[in-house]
């Protein structure tokens, strides 16, 4: 994943959810990369992590979805 870029942190995954569609939606490919502890749910972050190239358009998308 060297040429991909976290546009979103989240402590709650339906947010990434929300974001990760959004910018599907718009034609970037994004993924979920969740780093919570799988024993205790409550510690970790989600990011939502896309090509580096595309970073400036779906911070301008971001911006857009209601959270």
């Known amino acids: ?3 991909w870029t976290s ?3 989240t402590d709650k995954l339906y947010k ?3 974001v990760r569609t959004s ?4 034609g970037i490919e994004a993924v979920i990369l969740n ?6 749910t409550t510690f970790g972050e989600i990011d939502v992590m896309i090509p580096k190239e595309d970073a400036d358009r779906a911070t301008e998308i971001i911006k857009s979805v209601k959270l």
């Open 1 to 3: 994943m060297e040429n």
């Open 16 to 18: 990434a959810e929300l």
């Open 23 to 26: 910018l599907l939606e718009n």
């Open 7 to 9: 546009v979103f942190t």
């Open 35 to 40: 780093k919570e502890d799988s024993s205790f």
